[in-house]
């Protein structure tokens, strides 16, 4: 059973964050509610860390005619999907279908897709069997192959009123690329997350010392009671 | 008893402490060498340098024309009232923090204006951060120059508060860590560090680094 519900999501969500061909007058405060709604549109794929991404996103160069093929794929996806509420209901040439549109506005938006599983195994989305204790992970990477972002798919839910949201969306969040792209600076996230800053490391060698302390204490009195068998 | 299950008793009584002492190597070993690596070792980790001319990217003005990729070598930031002397690289995951001090991304760069947050584990490159005071000097090494700044307020607040990693219109520099600093598990807290610019370097820097593909022009500009 392939994951669909993952796949869907992600090409409206590339699509979100491609640049409109639609020229708006770049104000601040218009710049800064484009950055707001960009990073809106970057959680609501449910990644936990956006920064990277949102940085990239605000970055790279895209040109019309990428932006405009994202745009058609995102229509696309939604003609091959039709009125499916289920996205295992799809024939097999759907599904390859749906999976090169999403391919493919990846690629337009200049990021690398890897699926894989929380093992770290390649996963090929066409023969996926989904497994309960092992969920697949999409890892959204630059052209230089470095890791941006991961999606977990497990939290979407393929409802129409979730992807009539989504592509409601994707004009909001293209018109803010947009805006950010035209303010010629670099345009800061603007709620960004205090990020985690504990290895824990010390405390994990305190446990391993204690472990070879526990482990000397209690071989005298195990090396007593052995020899008395003896 | 049998002679045989008597002999097993004594293995498997004389093999547990030797499965737990193994552990406790394994463990101390394993984590002690990523300690390492995070701290002492540290400066000798090989990480790819800022180069300003990537493909693909839309140019800005001033320094840092271009984004950095994750995990490129910013400068270096120190502090030395407290001995803190650690590389900066770009982002703030979890695997780029083992690098040393992580540039959140969704923030500016240093010069670029607004407020520029840098993160780092409390446990190994900012444990000596909860010393810092106000008035000392922050110096962030970039390829341009130094960047440096003073320190004018020490706060800790809740982990989600949402004052912290936001845009500014002044430019300065916020320091981050989680607190408390010695902690069993996931901290709380944030130990928050703010700096403000003192100097930067001459714009005439960025031009020369701006144009050199593999920025080694920095040297010229400075000893010149």
């Known amino acids: ?230 | 008893m049998v002679r045989w299950a008597r002999k097993l008793l004594m293995i498997g009584l004389l093999g547990i402490p030797i499965v737990v002492v193994a552990a406790g190597v394994g463990v101390t070993v394993t984590f002690g060498w990523s300690f390492l690596q995070q701290t002492v070792l540290l400066a000798d980790t090989a990480l790819v340098p800022y180069k300003p001319t990537h493909i693909g990217y839309r140019k800005l003005p001033g320094y840092w024309p271009t984004l950095p990729e994750p995990g490129t070598k910013l400068g270096t930031i120190l502090i030395p009232a407290v001995h803190i002397n650690a590389p900066v690289v770009q982002g703030t995951t979890w695997n780029i923090l083992a690098l040393g001090v992580g540039h959140y991304a969704g923030s500016p760069l240093p010069g670029q204006g607004g407020n520029v947050v840098f993160s780092g584990h409390r446990d190994t490159v900012f444990t000596n951060l909860q010393y810092v005071k106000v008035g000392d000097s922050v110096t962030f090494d970039s390829p341009y120059g130094p960047f440096v700044y003073r320190v004018t307020s020490i706060k800790i607040v809740p982990k989600t508060d949402p004052n912290i990693v936001v845009p500014s219109q002044n430019p300065e520099l916020t320091l981050t860590s989680c607190y408390p600093f010695v902690y069993i598990g996931f901290a709380p807290d944030r130990f928050i560090v703010r700096a403000t610019p003192v100097s930067e370097p001459s714009p005439s820097v960025v031009s020369q680094y701006s144009r050199s593909k593999r920025g080694k022009t920095r040297h010229v500009a400075e000893s010149g």
């Open chain 1, 1 to 230: 059973m392939i994951r669909w519900k993952a796949v869907l999501p992600l090409v409206a969500g590339i699509t979100m964050l491609a640049p409109s061909t639609v020229t708006l007058a770049a104000s601040s405060s218009s710049i800064q509610q484009a950055a707001v709604q960009l990073e809106d549109a970057l959680r609501s794929l449910q990644i936990q860390h956006v920064s990277l991404l949102f940085a990239y996103l605000e970055s790279i160069q895209l040109s019309s005619q990428e932006v405009s093929q994202i745009t058609q794929n995102a229509a696309q996806m939604q003609k091959v999907m039709g009125n499916v509420s289920n996205p295992n209901q799809l024939t097999l040439a759907q599904k390859e279908e749906a999976l090169r549109l999403f391919i493919s506005s990846a690629e337009l938006a200049h990021l690398q897709v890897a699926t894989v599983l929380t093992n770290g195994q390649p996963v090929n989305l066409l023969t996926y069997v989904a497994q309960p204790n092992n969920p697949l992970l999409i890892e959204l990477e630059d052209e230089q192959g470095k890791l941006l972002a991961t999606i977990h798919p497990q939290y979407y839910d393929v409802q129409p009123q979730h992807l009539n949201q989504f592509i409601h969306n994707v004009a909001i969040a293209a018109t803010s690329a947009r805006t950010i792209e035209q303010s010629h600076t670099f345009v800061p996230m603007p709620r960004g997350q205090l990020p985690v800053t504990a290895t824990n490391t010390p405390l994990k060698i305190v446990i391993g010392l204690g472990l070879i302390l526990v482990g000397s204490l209690m071989f005298r009195p195990l090396y007593r009671v052995a020899h008395k068998l003896e």
